[in-house]
């Protein structure tokens, strides 16, 4: 690790703490595997909202597996994409059930052999369910990691990658936490408050 990393996570860690936090709710890897899928292309709050009642009505792999497809996809409607959501859900069901004895597995390779699961859901099941050091690249920390200059790459799993020969395996899974955090309330997408940024001299786009 450089002396700018450390200097840089010491940062994190300083603003945002070192605490685990999860953004989707979830009492069980099941429950937090269905919010992930769920969670594509909407925001975490909504997803929240939609699985509230989903988990009370649906609340084992089980009964997620005997759902009838058109009317999972009225329950989960609002998360958006809901035709593939819905078929992916009750695919990875039944393959749970099938292939893992009803148990969300714990390798990289059996999660992402499921449906609707790709590196990104596997990492976030792996980190916050079974404390395996990973890193999840989504669109804030994909944007963070590049600003910062942890990456100069667009593809998400080359990010990953990046991050994870650039920041020691013990920040792995607070740098998920920590990035998200960041690119929510001070790096966005758009109009970056760079003039509150506890980073700025070490961004790559500053002044830009």
Partial sequence: MTKRTGEILDLFDEKYGTEYICYLDHNSAWELLVATILSAQCTDKRV???TKDLFRKYPTPESFAAADLKELEQDIHSTGFYHNKAKNIILCANQIIDRFGGEVPTELEDLTSLAGVGRKTANVIRGNVYHDPS???DTHVKRVSRRLGFTKNEDPVK???DLMKAIPKDHW???NIQ???FGR???TAR????EECFLKRYCKENGK
């Fill in 135 to 137: 890193v999840v690249v």
């Fill in 185 to 187: 309330e001070i790096c």
């Fill in 179 to 181: 990035f998200i955090a």
């Fill in 191 to 194: 109009n970056p408050k760079c």
């Fill in 48 to 50: 929240n909202m939609v």
């Fill in 173 to 175: 899974i607070l740098i």
């Fill in 159 to 161: 990010i990953e990658y």
